[in-house]
């Protein structure tokens, strides 16, 4: 590396042969053999890594230009909204500082000029803060330490006194929440400088839901952290790589990446306001994703009753709470080559060899049903049992036990979910039209209802499913609110194609079959509105309806419930659906928006842990091709310094300093390869370097690319 990309400061008097500075020459005293770019671009392809978008309007948001920095002028484009343009009325104007340089065999030393800031200007260790005074550019007072260039003092970079705790989340949200700010959000342009005093000192975290929630998520529970089988382990550019994210084929990866989620259930979502709620993933969509993870990481068990593999599926995990009845079962199961989860029907004692149907089953796609893989008999269960496998979305819940079952309105099921029978002859039993429509009343007086938005949403999507599948010409012929299954706000047709298998006849009448699956709907649209499954009685539960719904929606349920003459299509409900299909296009839209406004964030962080990643293979590495000096020379030795700048400052008396600014600045710019200079101090306090962030780029994907040269990947 060319020494001379550095500008260092030396103390007059010379550089002491044993010092790191001294090192770190002797070690730089060769030009590097390509440009910066081309090693850059080359550590780059090497690791395989995604290369960090150009961030030239990222450092233009967040780049804090000091006032008085070697006479850098201030850049002109700094957009409006950075806080960086408007100087605060608290600002305290920096003196005006001689600087004398002096180029010395390519490299360049500064000197200050001013003497009472050279006597003064002074840290009390190599990643101590200096105060709001410094800061200022106001004389320190006096220190045992080694004097310095007053204009490094001042350019100390402005995180040194940290911005007011509304611009910033406590490190137990940024840890916890995984959702950490971006670069070129806000919250790096909120990146205070120098003129707020120590005053606004981060407050400690305040213990709350939020604390305990992410200590929880930080402390991943014991057995996530036990490797899952080793299918699909990621390489190391894997886990490097884009995204970072778990996949279901890397239940490696996905269990040091999965929080556990026992935190769902104990404490309360209670959302982050104000500012911070920007910068983090919302709430819902947070709990909605880690009830998913909640799904797919829960530890393989091994049920002895049930087979270790069904053909190229292993891993069988009952997915029925009530347990298997003697007609079918249903599992999640693992493929045994990719890792992916799905779900496997099983029909128990069924030889039947499917259908033509199944195959057409086989080739529907639609987002509102769930897709058939494939159909095979298996004698794994120790029967002729026909397995069907779909895909496997996690997190579902049917309709039945989510709207129905749960309604906590005094519906006829027990505490197990089990329903009643209506008509049972037992005097205790609740009678259906009485009970039904007492339990529906009290609903009706205490809001208990599914709120009319929701069911048209329903109605839509179900009606989008039905259309493709009879488009396709096939019938349902299953739908009923067990098997709907829900997942997030998207309700998908489950187990779809089973009564194709169970049927042995093979010549139904299709569209006797479609026109059912129409009077289904109605019924199943009918149960959700009375939140009930019996509502037989169709005067009385219309009447219900209307309580509570508009006469769309009764209009809606009485023409699917009546049977025509006619042949009627789904295409028929469209003009019945209306204006409400455009409100719930607009809503899939708008979700649509935050997860892209949430995925921009979160390829921030992973592009931060990418760099994080980078500087833990390099830093303090015990050797490298047998020299235990590697880590401690060169550019490590810079990046050593570095990591102490960003995260082991401490305060003046000692503390650890933690800002979050401080680090996502740092670590942004370290990404961006900014030309900002940052200063650091060598540990025995002797030597201060005033590097580029460029140049500490530069020397990290050298370094990287050092230890990816010797690795074994
Ligand atoms: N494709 C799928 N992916 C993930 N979970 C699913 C999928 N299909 C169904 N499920 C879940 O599997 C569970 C069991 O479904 P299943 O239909 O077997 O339940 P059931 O009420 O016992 O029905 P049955 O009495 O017909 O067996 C339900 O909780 C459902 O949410």
């Known amino acids: 590396m060319d020494p001379s990309l550095y500008m260092q400061y030396s103390p007059p008097n010379g550089l002491p042969q044993e010092s790191k500075l001294a090192t770190y020459m002797n070690h730089s005293a060769t030009p590097p053999a390509r440009s ?52 605060p009325t608290t600002m305290v ?65 402005s995180h040194m006194v940290p911005g007011p705790m509304m611009s910033k989340p406590g490190p137990e949200q940024m840890i916890g929440a995984g959702g950490g700010p971006s670069p070129s959000s806000a919250y790096s342009a909120m990146y205070t400088p120098t003129h707020l005093g120590p005053n606004l000192m981060m407050p400690k975290p305040v213990p709350g839901p939020s604390t305990s929630y992410a200590s929880q998520m930080y402390c991943a529970t014991p057995s996530l952290m036990v490797p899952g089988p080793m299918i699909g382990k990621p390489g190391p550019e ?19 990446f999965c929080a556990p989620p026992t935190h769902m259930a104990p404490v309360p979502m209670f959302p982050k306001s104000g500012l911070a709620e920007t910068f983090y993933t919302p709430e819902t969509i947070r709990a909605e994703i880690y009830q998913r993870d909640k799904d797919i990481f829960v530890m393989p068990y091994q049920y002895i009753e049930l087979p270790e593999h069904v053909e190229m599926y292993t891993e069988l995990i009952p997915l029925e709470c009530i347990g298997p009845h003697s007609l079918t ?54 029967d002729n049992s026909l397995v069907m496998v779909y895909d496997y979305h996690p997190g579902c819940e049917t309709l039945m036990s989510k709207y129905i079952r749960n309604n906590n309105m005094g519906n006829s099921s027990d505490a197990n979910g089990t329903l009643h029978d209506p008509f049972s002859s037992d005097p205790d039993a609740p009678r259906p039209y009485t009970h039904q429509k007492n339990a529906m009343l009290r609903a009706l007086a205490c809001g208990a209802l599914l709120p009319e938005a929701v069911l048209w949403s329903f109605l839509v999507q179900l009606t989008a499913a039905l259309r493709a599948i009879h488009t396709a010409g096939l019938a349902c012929r299953t739908l009923d609110p067990t098997k709907v299954v829900m997942n997030g706000c998207r309700v998908r047709i489950a187990w779809c194609g089973t009564a194709d298998v169970m049927d042995h006849s093979h010549g139904i009448d299709i569209v006797q079959a479609q026109q059912e699956d129409l009077v289904a709907l109605g019924r199943l649209a009918l149960a959700l509105a009375i939140r009930s499954i019996h509502c037989d009685n169709l005067a009385a539960s219309m009447d219900l309806v209307a309580r509570s719904y508009s006469p769309d929606l009764q209009n809606l349920i009485i023409f699917l419930l009546t049977k025509s003459p006619g042949r009627r299509t789904v295409t028929d409900l469209m003009p019945m659906i209306g204006a409400r299909f455009y ?30 990643i980078k500087l833990a293979v390099v830093n303090e590495r015990p050797e490298l091709n047998m020299d235990p000096e590697w880590s401690e020379t060169g550019g490590r030795y ?30 942004n710019h370290l990404d961006s390869g900014t030309n900002t200079k940052v200063m650091l101090m060598s540990r025995d306090e002797q030597s201060v370097f005033v590097v580029t962030y460029a140049e500490l780029k530069h020397c990290l994907n050298q370094a990287v690319e050092d230890v990816l040269h010797t690795a074994v990947l």
């Not at 990643?127 to 550019?137: F, I, P, T, Y």
């Not at 106001?138 to 260039?149: E, I, Q």
């Not at 810079?638 to 979050?660: A, C, I, N, Q």
């Open 36 to 87: 910066l770019n081309q090693s850059l671009n080359h550590s780059m392809s090497q690791l395989s890594l995604e290369s960090s978008p150009p961030a030239i309007r990222k450092v233009f948001i967040s780049e804090f230009v000091p006032m008085n920095y070697f006479a850098l002028p201030p850049p002109t484009n700094l957009l409006p909204e950075s806080p960086e343009n408007s100087p």
């Open 93 to 157: 104007p920096v003196p005006n500082i001689q600087v004398h340089q002096e180029n010395v065999g390519g490299t360049t030393y500064f000197y200050s000029t001013n003497e009472a800031l050279n006597a003064s200007g002074a840290m009390n260790s190599s990643a101590s803060l200096v105060n709001s005074d410094s800061c200022r550019g106001v004389n320190p007072g006096p220190s045992a330490s080694t004097s310095y260039a007053p204009q490094m003092f001042c350019s100390t970079p």
């Open 638 to 667: 810079m990046l050593k310094l570095f990591r102490d700048y960003v995260f082991h400052s401490v305060t003046e008396d000692g503390r650890p300093w933690f800002d979050m600014s401080h680090l996502t600045y740092c670590l």
């Open 238 to 256: 894997q886990m490097m790589g884009a995204g970072g994210g778990p996949s279901p084929s890397t239940s490696y990866a996905a269990q040091m």
């Open 583 to 612: 409100t719930q296009v607009e809503a899939l839209e708008r979700r649509a928006d935050v997860f892209e406004e949430q995925m921009s964030l979160e390829m921030d962080n992973g592009r931060l842990l990418r760099l994080l």
């Open 329 to 382: 079962s249903s599992y999640r199961v693992a493929h045994r080559q990719t890792g992916e989860y799905f779900a496997m029907r099983r029909l128990h004692s069924y030889a039947s060899i499917p259908n033509a149907r199944i195959d057409l089953w086989k080739q529907l796609d639609h987002p509102n049903v769930v897709r058939l893989l494939e159909c095979f008999p298996t004698a794994a269960f120790g």
